[in-house]
């Protein structure tokens, strides 16, 4: 077994030494919170299963990022999607834990069928699972070959990465895994993904056709918005942080989508800034979405309810959650300084800078890409208003929310340090770049050596000489700078005018809870905005006791699941009715099985008569 | 001689499709695996071996007297009606094997490549024995049946065995008639315990266990 000698098994380049990183700079954090998550949920074998599983998965999701043979990969990635839907059902007290892990786990699997067809396809030609001889066996491939290869890598890493519309497992699995796991699962490990479509498509098929990039720029662009749009309407907090986990992830993607659009197009200074974007984004996706997983464990922990429309007022009860979630926020809705602005600026600086240096229909395509992505940050930051302003600001809407209490220690630390790490990856944009240059390097084998991303240690300078430039930590100073200002100004002028008084009520004297602001009509104009995709409809049921008395009046809105509806159950019809059918010749009866064989032989004997 | 025990094989095999009462059927098996044994006896006295005088000694203490016996014992113990239920009937079960007969005399024929006309119709009768105990089992309801079947299958393969490489070797042969007669009793009692439950041992109405 020549393929399996230990020697050849681990692979340090930057790029897994990169994604090693992103692995233990979430899990970290995550692992001390679940101390004080996992405390008081189940008994000590359970707690200590989960731990157990925990360690499983962070050893998978590593050895996923750092092996050098396709074998092994495969067995690592198989560990991790088993692992991780373990984690999935772990919390056995909820029906729906288990029909998630089920959609979670089909998933899963028709993916990996697609990736063990593309590694069968390579292997074919390279007679060996080593990376190193795939990627030499790669350039001798046939176009036709490697087209196909290409799109079923990208359907088997896509449907882990959850690009719509193979995103349909994720807002179901993640929101059912205790919360730690979620965070370590939005954030790092529908991330192995990525580094699958970098380390397969990009490192060792190699790109050379501009389709490639093409169809991965659109279908990101699908996602973001896909993402965002179904975030905006949910109201299950976990479930919403989930559904921006698709539209990031088509963030990344664009980034990457680009990165390999430029490199076919032979464009290598682009191909890495893009890259660069795409890398940066992911890192910092990693980051904000495990810490706001985080807050929103923690908020479940404390109300034992997921639902934003039973919260309010928890800023209050709990005001370092709350700070935590709103940085978490800012960073997600691209806000400066923080990491997630600086990030998705890069993406739209590479897609300013490529829209400039092409010709003909991509400059119009990479522009409206860009557009697309200007609009997801403004619905991403829509979204998150609803959910920090329902969560966290009025007044409690139950009782839920009444008993709510500030989390422990544990806790609070594990979302302190993702925390700090936005602002980090915020104020210290230029030196991260500086490094994520080598691993893009690494990555696409470009030499970056003679390309200058940087002027000094505190200014972004994407392209030397064209005048674009950002400094977070001069944007931090503004900010502050004017911050204090206004606070100052605010303090001279207002200090007497202030009167604390109930709210005015047009002389209805019983405002209450219920007459507060909901998510559901924060996002009204939204769903009537989108309703040529949400297709939103309602439900009405009156109970009249006399013609002029209504007795009881409900009302319920709904949006269609689009992709649920119009994909997965016809399909998933398809499926039962041929199983239905073929359960036909199933009828339990002995005689009629052995007549099978009977006849099997029969046919079999006739049949080779004529030959 | 090899030709009038042939010739008894396949009668028998026709009486036996043509069955309509088990214990009618248990004694037509029982005249095929005499003459099982015959041929067997036949090939030890031409090549005095004492392997085969054993194989062939083993053939009818178990096939033609223990396996009969202890089947005849399970029917008058377990007091059922003796039909054993056909899905086709005697006429077109005659015709169907007839069929088969001459498929396994063209199997035997062109695709076994065999060394002589002598070796051919050994190998078509050998062939077509197991074809019919696959035709008792599918097409005969009750549970003995199926057992008897399956015994007459193994008789087929064990003239096939022996017409294609001279019998297989002494040990696994051996082993062989063990496990036949070891099968015939788990059966048996299987079909003893149902009859029990069931009061009747028409697997065709097994079906209605399934979920």
């Known amino acids: 077994m020549e393929h399996l000698n230990i020697d050849s098994l681990f692979l340090f380049d930057p790029l897994s030494a990169f994604f090693l990183c992103v692995i233990f700079l979430i899990s970290l954090p995550s692992a001390v919170y679940s101390i004080g998550y996992l405390k008081g949920e189940s008994s000590g074998l359970k707690t200590a299963l989960a731990w157990f599983l925990l360690v499983l998965f962070l050893i998978s999701m590593g050895l996923v990022v750092s092996v050098r043979n396709v074998f092994v990969f495969l067995i690592a990635w198989e560990i991790m999607s088993l692992v991780s839907y373990f984690l999935v059902v772990f919390d056995t007290k909820h029906e729906k834990s288990i029909q998630a892990g089920t959609i979670y786990i089909v998933m899963t699997h028709i993916g990996t069928a697609f990736l063990i067809a593309a590694f069968l396809i390579m292997f074919k030609y390279a007679h060996s699972f080593n990376f190193a001889a795939i990627k030499s066996a790669c350039s001798l491939m046939p176009p036709q070959t490697r087209n196909i290869v290409f799109l079923f890598l990208l359907i088997g ?83 919403l942080l989930a559904y921006h986990s698709v539209e990031n992830i088509g963030i990344i993607l664009l980034g ?74 800012m960073a997600i809705s691209a806000l400066p300084p923080l990491n997630g602005f600086v990030s ?253 064989i009977f006849v099997t032989v029969l046919i079999l004997i006739i049949f080779m008569r004529k030959f | 001689m090899q030709a009038i025990i042939l010739f008894g094989v396949l009668a028998s095999t026709y009486l036996m499709v043509i069955a309509k009462r088990t214990p009618a059927l248990i004694r037509y098996f029982r005249y095929q695996s005499f003459f099982l044994f015959l041929a067997t006896f036949a090939v030890a006295i031409e090549e005095r071996q004492i392997d085969l005088y054993i194989i062939a000694g083993l053939l009818f203490v178990i096939k033609v007297c223990a396996i009969p016996y202890f089947l005849n014992r399970i029917i008058k113990r377990m007091k059922v009606s003796e039909d054993l239920g056909l899905f086709v009937n005697a006429q077109l079960s005659l015709l169907c094997v007839l069929g088969f007969t001459y498929l396994s005399w063209v199997f035997a024929e062109r695709i076994l490549a065999p060394r002589n006309e002598a070796q051919a119709i050994m190998l078509a009768v050998a062939f077509f024995v197991v074809l019919a105990g696959m035709f008792l089992m599918v097409f005969r309801m009750t549970a003995l049946a199926q057992i008897i079947g399956l015994l007459v299958m193994e008789n087929g393969l064990f003239l096939l065995a022996s017409t294609v490489s001279g019998g297989m070797p002494f040990f696994v042969e051996i082993a062989i008639f063990f496990d036949v007669f070891v099968s015939v009793i788990i059966m048996g009692f299987f079909v003893y315990r149902i009859n029990k439950l069931f009061t009747h041992i028409d697997v065709n109405k097994l079906s209605r266990l399934k979920g």
């Open chain 1, 256 to 329: 990457v989508g680009l990165a390999m659009l430029f490199i076919s197009m032979n464009m290598p200074y682009l191909a890495v800034f893009s890259l660069i974007a795409g890398l940066y984004h992911l890192i910092n996706h990693a980051i904000f979405k495990g810490l706001l997983f985080l807050c929103a464990g923690a908020v479940y922990k404390a109300t034992e309810t997921r639902d934003i429309e039973k919260l309010g007022g928890l800023i209050k009860k709990m005001p370092q959650t709350a700070v935590y979630f709103l940085l978490g926020a």
């Open chain 1, 157 to 239: 890493f896509g449907t882990k990465a959850g690009i719509v519309p193979l995103h349909i497992w994720l807002p179901y699995a993640h929101p059912q895994a205790p919360s730690h796991i979620s965070s370590i699962m939005s954030g790092v490990m529908i991330k192995t993904a990525i580094y699958g479509i970098i380390r397969f498509v990009i490192f060792i098929l190699g790109v050379n056709s501009s389709w490639w990039g093409v169809l991965i720029l659109m279908l990101a662009v699908i996602s973001c918005l896909v993402g965002v749009i179904y975030a905006l309407m949910e109201h299950d907090i976990k479930k």
């Open chain 1, 344 to 596: 998705e600026w890069l993406t739209l600086q590479a897609f300013f800078l490529g829209a400039f240096s092409v010709e003909g229909g991509y400059r119009l395509f990479l522009g409206l890409c860009a557009a697309m992505l200007a609009l997801t940050s403004g619905l991403a930051a829509a979204c998150f208003v609803k959910a920090f302003g329902i969560t966290f600001l009025a007044q409690p809407r139950s009782r839920y929310a009444q008993n709510a209490k500030e989390v422990s220690l544990s806790m609070r630390a594990g979302m302190f340090f993702l925390s700090f790490l936005i602002v980090v990856f915020g104020l210290a944009a230029a030196i991260i770049i500086k490094l994520l240059a080598k691993v893009a390097s690494a990555a696409t084998g470009i030499n970056t050596s003679s390309m200058s991303f940087s002027l000094n240690n505190f200014i972004l300078s994407p392209q030397a000489g064209k005048g674009v430039y950002l400094s977070t930590p001069l944007l931090a100073a503004v900010l502050a700078t004017l911050g204090i200002a206004g606070f100052a100004i605010y303090k001279l002028v207002n200090r007497e005018k202030a009167v604390i008084y109930k709210t005015w009520d047009c002389g209805y004297y019983k405002l209450d809870s219920r007459n507060e602001y909901t998510a559901t009509t924060f996002s009204k104009p939204f769903r009537i905005a989108f309703s040529f995709f949400l297709l939103p409809y309602r439900k009405t049921q009156k109970i009249r006791e006399s013609f002029y008395h209504v007795k009881s009046f409900a009302y319920e809105t709904h949006t269609t699941m689009v992709f649920k509806k119009y994909i997965y159950e016809p399909i998933l019809g398809l499926v039962f009715r041929s199983a239905k059918f073929m359960r036909k010749i199933q009828p339990g009866s002995i005689h009629l099985y052995l007549s099978y």
